[in-house]
Nanobody, 128 residues
């Protein structure tokens, strides 16, 4: 069984920054792709960033390109999301996810159904 625990959310004024972290336990974390998703009230969950097992491939949603950076430290079983220049439109619950499928580590996946396990989420609120 895999457990993912997010941290780093909070309340920040527009233009500010936050760094989200997700620690994984229970499996060989370094072999699998991971992603960060968010879900705002009344909206569907969407992928904002994703990363391959090595970090060599990344994906960013258009809405966050140039502002968010995804990274991972496999030795620490951690994936992070650095969020800069935050706006009220970034307010959402942010979730990390891991795709536990053998042989799929090379790519950065963006679909909800691409992922096997999810964290409980961390709230990010950006005030105007």
């Amino acid at each position: 069984q895999v457990q993912l625990v997010e941290s780093g959310g909070g309340l920040v004024p527009a233009g500010g920054s936050l760094r989200l972290s997700c620690v994984a336990s229970g499996r060989a974390f370094g072999s699998y792709p991971m992603g960060w998703f968010r879900q705002a009230p009344g909206k569907e969950r969407e992928c904002v960033a994703a990363i391959s097992w090595s970090g060599g491939r990344t994906y960013y949603a258009d809405s966050v390109k140039g502002r968010f950076t995804i990274s991972r430290e496999n030795a620490k079983n951690t994936v992070s999301l650095q969020m800069n220049s935050l706006s009220p439109e970034d307010t959402a619950v942010y979730y990390c996810a891991i795709r536990i499928i053998i042989g799929s580590g090379t790519y950065a996946y963006t679909g909800i159904n691409d992922y096997s396990y999810w964290g409980q989420g961390t709230q990010v609120t950006v005030s105007s």
